[in-house]
């Protein structure tokens, strides 16, 4: 082809015609620039589409983590909203002694037990964090989904802290309750009386604070990550073609 397109060029020299070679030469020109135009936007599209299967697969992979870890912090939710129940009904038993002294002891050692019950959320983040480390969060088109994406680590760790809160004063409040309930009998440990932990100070304490005032504010922020991956799912099921 270029050397048809040189011999037309000097056939047009040879015979003089400079008005036809030049416009002719001008018309071979725009005819490459075309080319490369075409060329240049196919494979524009070839990396469009690309970015679009890598996109697709890389969303399915990251619902698969998230509806993994909405699942655990469910159950998180679950025991923790137990946890709570309880602790209103210990301390509704705090205000009225009467209905202590007629609550039996299996009754009440079930509610202190169930209390107690203190999960840590523990999602896994493997894909979520590589790719944000590598950058290919930016292959993600949705600017809704990637904000949240980039800003759930930060909400998960404001949501596991009541519970790291918890479990850091827990032990050695009701482990020193459980002293003050402990039967001794020729030396031996025979049995505890939780009913002794209704007047013990570090017990209410344990039940008012920790597993009122703190659990209730956790509870509150695990619900706002609960929407918010739920949102988060959405959004890739949106992003996700079928």
């Known amino acids: 082809m270029i050397k ?3 011999t037309i060029r000097q056939n047009l020299l040879s015979e003089g015609k400079i008005g036809k070679y030049i416009k002719y030469a001008i018309g071979e020109i725009l005819l ?3 080319g490369i135009l075409i060329a240049l936007s196919i494979n524009t599209l070839n990396e469009n589409r690309k970015i679009k299967i890598e996109e697709q697969s890389l ?3 990251l619902k698969e983590e998230m509806v993994s870890n909405l699942k655990g912090l469910e159950v998180v939710i679950t025991e923790h909203e137990k946890s709570f129940q309880a602790r209103n009904e210990i301390m509704a038993l705090f205000r009225d002694r009467n209905a202590f002294n007629e609550i039996s002891d299996s009754l009440y050692r079930s509610k202190i037990k169930k209390m107690n019950v203190n999960y840590t959320y523990d999602p896994s983040n493997g894909i979520l964090n590589s790719i944000i480390s590598s ?3 930016n292959q993600i088109s949705n600017n809704e989904l990637k904000y949240l994406l980039a800003s759930l680590k930060e909400m998960t760790v404001d949501a596991i802290e009541s519970s790291l809160k918890i479990e850091a004063k827990r032990d050695e409040l009701y482990y020193s309750t459980f002293e003050n309930m402990t039967i001794i009998k020729n030396g031996q440990i025979i049995d505890y ?3 002794t932990s209704y007047d ?3 017990f209410r304490i344990l039940t008012g604070f920790l597993f009122g005032g703190i659990r209730r504010q956790g509870l509150e922020e695990e619900r706002d ?3 918010t991956l739920e949102h988060i799912i959405e ?3 949106q992003s996700i073609k079928k």
Do not use: C, E, S, T
Request: proline share 4%; no cysteine; aromatic share 16%.
């Open 4 to 6: 048809f397109f040189r």
């Open 135 to 137: 950058g290919r969060i």
């Open 32 to 34: 490459v620039i075309i």
């Open 225 to 227: 990550l609960k929407a």
């Open 59 to 61: 969303l399915k992979d």
């Open 235 to 237: 959004l890739i099921n």
């Open 200 to 202: 013990y100070p570090k």
């Open 193 to 195: 009386d939780f009913r």
